[in-house]
């Protein structure tokens, strides 16, 4: 988070994953309280969560690069070129599909989406 939002205006969507529910990185957003507001998000959801579509544009541009990373600093520098190369466009699309995406979750009542 300090690496991605340096001023410490940041904002995490907590879907409940277990890494994300860790002790450690609780505490640490307790500590972090002033700098970046912790959202809460329902379980089991990515079709409400416009950032599994950007991990999953950034993941396909990854591995579709050769040769594959060398070593983890490789892949740093290849994950922050990709994603501060990514669209604007993709980004105002899926903050636009966000009512879309709600109406078909109360559609199916919290089940699966076409998301």
């Keep these: 988070m300090a690496f991605v939002f340096p001023n410490g205006n940041g904002i995490f969507q907590q879907d409940n994953t277990p890494c994300h529910k860790a002790r450690i990185v609780?505490?640490?957003?307790?500590?972090?309280?002033?700098?970046?507001?912790?959202?809460?998000?329902p379980p089991n959801s990515p079709d409400l969560n416009p950032m599994e579509h950007i991990w999953d544009v950034m993941k396909r541009q990854l591995r579709a690069q050769t040769p594959p990373c060398p070593n983890i600093s490789t892949l740093r520098d290849r994950c922050l070129d990709i994603w501060y190369n990514l669209s604007p466009v993709m980004y105002q699309k899926l903050v636009a599909s966000m009512p879309r995406r709600v109406a078909a979750v109360l559609k199916a009542k919290g089940g699966a989406t076409r998301y």
């Design 26 to 41: 609780l505490q640490w957003f307790e500590e972090h309280t002033d700098e970046f507001y912790l959202m809460s998000w």
